[in-house]
């Protein structure tokens, strides 16, 4: 029975936007069916309830698509008035950092208007979520984001790839970044006792690691990525961190230099990159690597369905309880699994739509992985040491 209108023939992440061009991904669902493998934690789902959870799921993003509004513009907006209003006073205080109070305060603002603009803003800019404003300020194709990678490659690897891929071992290279063993479907080798010392040094320099990861340089030795296309996306890099070493590292500690606070304003932007680099790998590290989160084989993803590939995202993803303000800092991520269902849709209507995806989730019989960030980071790093070691020792 066929259940997706020709519409809907591809997730929600490709959809919806002005932007399309590089977004587009191959691909087609199955219209009806079930994939050669179902997931064991969906396994006691019949296909017609699959279908059906998806037309619940497609009945949830088409209302909020159609009350999608002023509302919603006035809200991305204010968060690039106050990210903006960070970003200048902190600054502006590391202007005159040699006093210590302005140092503390200028590295805490500047930080904080990284993690804002990485997080709330630009990963969800970067979605298409707010193209239907038509604002080519607020664009997925104009984008550029304070992050070192450039948007370009950022969206391909993410959206194109990522969430297209969600937790497939072998498909999905965010399962470990190619860096580290995060599943136990990846063979161990003697280089993964390292796990935990290559993620601590990720952590600090987030950054860089997803700039090497976005250049995808496994798909150029495999010989599935072309040289020129690896020499443009160096290129592009390249370019991206003149911009970023230009604005942090030399023109703030320069114009400090004035006040004899160059050396103090340049070990501020220095913490402010740090700081955001372990904030933005703490949040990402929680959407899919605690207790709780499926990953998948390819036979799995086989003759998938609109409904199966929802199944795929809630079953693959992880919350982050906490408060409002907690949930804008982690750039609405804290909603994981609602951003996985729906990445397309405003980040700020992720809350409003939790309550009725877990209700779906309970009705099904699906779970649901949330938890306090506290709990999910300590999750995430468990895995990090469990599968230094070899053997099945993981038990997510
Ligand atoms: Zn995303």
Known sequence: MSVISPSKTTPASTKGSAAGGSRTRPGKLAESGSPTVRPPAAAHLSDEQVAELGRELDAIRDE?????????AAYI?????????????GRAALLVSKNKAAWVTGTTLLSLAKILENMEIGHNVLHGQWDWMRDPDIHSTTWEWDFVTPSRSWQHTHNDLHHRWTNVVGKDNDVGYNLLRMDEQQPWKPVNLANPLFNAILAPLFEWGIAIYDLELTEYKEGTKSKEALLKDL?????KVVTQFTKDYAATPAVAMLTGSGKQALYGTIAANAIRNVWAHAVIFCGHFPEGTDTFTEEMVEGETRGDWYVRQMIGSA?????KFMHIMTGNLSHQIEH?????????????????????????????????LIKQVGSSWAKVFKLALPGKTATA
């Open 64 to 72: 909020i698509l159609a009350k999608r509004g002023a509302e919603d």
């Open 319 to 323: 919350n982050i309880s906490g408060s």
């Open 235 to 239: 290129k592009a890099l390249g370019k």
């Open 340 to 372: 996985h269902l729906f990445p397309d849709l405003p980040s700020s209507r992720y809350a409003e739509v939790a309550p009725r995806v877990r209700e779906i989730c309970q009705r099904y019989g699906l779970k649901y992985t949330t938890g306090p």
């Open 77 to 89: 907006r204010r968060m690039i008035k106050i990210q903006r209003g960070l970003e200048i006073s």
